[in-house]
């Protein structure tokens, strides 16, 4: 792997450090190689607090969102902006910004919602794939950290965070588990479908160059 000096920095005994993980605008910048993005700060964006406003009643105060995407723009909670939790959350909106665009924004959008607000619905799909960059991630980081972490995707894929999209435990619990087994195997490559968002995540931590040829991504606020 790429990043393969940066992993062996990392001693399994402790957490990783903030400086452990790949530049925040480094990952901005390859996502943005793969098309247009905005980055918008989610409590800036009147879009986004009435996204918030109309869902609430829905939720019945269980939920609140750190991120969104939405037609090629991520929205991001400001504290989140240039660090760990963002990179994190940032490799996981990357694959709704890459299936939104793949699928288009309409389908994508009705398959998530389908039978909201409360209990199964198809968004465990499109959930999944995102939870799956985001154990990509974690592993990347070291597979014990991954294991580690293998929990609260659980609690979040499963639980109250996405109302009981899929409130299966047991049958959540195989598919992490196969996939950190998966990772271990291939060391850590993307899964079918998603090689070009790989590639470009695994060139993340070392482009330098480009970045002025790209020039800075558009941040609303
Ligand atoms: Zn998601």
């Known amino acids: 792997m790429s990043n393969s ?21 480094k990952l901005v910048e390859a ?7 905005r980055l918008a700060v989610l409590e800036k964006s009147r879009f986004a607090r009435a996204i918030d406003t109309l869902g609430r009643p829905f939720s019945l105060g269980l939920t609140g969102f750190d ?24 490799r996981h909106e990357a694959v ?16 998530y919602l389908i039978l909201l607000p409360f209990g199964v619905t198809s968004r465990a799909l499109w959930e999944w794939r995102g939870y799956r960059e985001t154990l990509r991630a974690y592993w990347e980081r070291g597979s014990k950290l991954a294991g580690k972490r293998a929990g609260n995707v659980l609690r979040e894929f499963a639980g109250k965070r996405y109302l009981f999209m899929w409130p299966f435990k047991g049958m959540v619990e195989r598919w992490i588990g196969r996939e950190l ?8 490559r993307a899964y079918p479908g998603m090689e070009r968002l790989g590639e470009a995540f695994a060139k993340a931590p070392q482009s330098e160059k480009g970045k002025a040829a790209l020039g800075p991504p558009t941040i609303l606020d």
């Open 5 to 25: 000096t940066d992993l062996s920095r990392i001693s399994p005994q402790r957490p990783p450090r903030e400086s452990d993980w790949p530049p925040f605008w």
């Open 31 to 37: 996502v943005a190689k793969l098309g247009p993005l």
């Open 67 to 90: 991120a969104f995407t939405w037609a090629g723009t991520v929205y991001l909670a400001e504290r989140m902006f240039g660090n760990r939790s963002g990179y994190l959350l940032l």
């Open 96 to 111: 709704h910004l890459t299936d939104q665009r793949r699928v288009g924004l309409v389908p994508f959008i009705l398959s």
């Open 181 to 188: 087994k998966r990772l271990d195997r291939t060391g850590g």
